[in-house]
T-cell receptor, first 115, second 110 residues
Framework: GENVEQHPSTLSVQEGDSAVIKCTYS??????FPWYKQELGKRPQLIID?????GEKKDQRIAVTLNKTAKHFSLHITETQPEDSAVYFC??????????????FGQGTELSVKP | DTEVTQTPKHLVMGMTNKKSLKCEQH?????MYWYKQKAKKPPELMFV???????INESVPSRFSPECPNSSLLNLHLHALQPEDSALYLC?????????FGQGTRLTVV
């Protein structure tokens, strides 16, 4: 079945450093790759997403890259701040026209940004 | 507006109770989802609705019964739950602008 692998499971960085989280997916039909930030007790918040016809997308300090051939995608956070501390989930989904799209999550990365 | 609204925020129910969770979105999304999330784990897909029809059931026990009354609403009916069903239940919807989650219902089965 569909599977999304996410690494690392925990990541600790100093404030101002960069953080990189990597994911791989198994379903070659996947065409939508969102990233979510989840703070304790809150909903997963969509922070950035990328579609399969794009290789890279950037939004201020956050960027996502996609390598369809290798089935890899990554989240890059630059100039990290303590408020970036949270659990980050990657996800991969089949197209909407395929039964509404099956959004499958990676296992999550707990990011800690130390002041 | 990227709002998905879930009610109630918290729910405590006994194993013989019947209760319902509600989800609403007004983004015109035609795909809606129910997820279950345990502490320190990723959301786990339960059901997918596409154009108000159940398209995917991830082998969820029949004590969970989804319903989609119209394109904006999604319900999850609960009956005879077990303590291990205690979790955060999340609703999501997806359209051209992305997939967005509601704030969830924290369910405790006693």
């Amino acid at each position: 079945g569909e599977n999304v692998e996410q690494h690392p499971s925990t990541l600790s960085v100093q404030e101002g450093d960069s953080a990189v989280i990597k994911c791989t997916y198994s379903d070659s039909a996947s065409n939508y790759f969102p990233w979510y930030k989840q703070e304790l007790g809150k909903r997963p918040q969509l922070i950035i997403d990328i579609r399969s016809n794009v290789g890279e997308k950037k939004d201020q300090r956050i960027a996502v890259t996609l390598n369809k051939t290798a089935k890899h995608f990554s989240l890059h956070i630059t100039e990290t701040q303590p408020e970036d501390s949270a659990v980050y989930f990657c996800a991969a989904s089949s197209p909407l026209y395929n039964q509404g799209g099956k959004l499958i999550f990676g296992q999550g990365t707990e990011l800690s940004v130390k002041p | 507006d990227t709002e998905v609204t879930q009610t109630p925020k918290h729910l405590v129910m006994g194993m013989t109770n019947k209760k319902s969770l509600k989800c609403e979105q007004h983004m015109g999304h035609r795909a809606m989802y129910w997820y279950k999330q345990k502490a320190k784990k990723p959301p786990e897909l339960m059901f997918v609705y596409s154009y108000e029809k159940l398209s995917i059931n991830e082998s969820v026990p029949s004590r969970f019964s989804p319903e989609c009354p119209n394109s904006s609403l999604l319900n999850l009916h609960l009956h005879a739950l077990q303590p291990e069903d205690s979790a955060l239940y999340l609703c999501a919807s997806r359209g051209g602008r992305g997939a967005f989650f509601g704030q969830g219902t924290r369910l405790t089965v006693v």
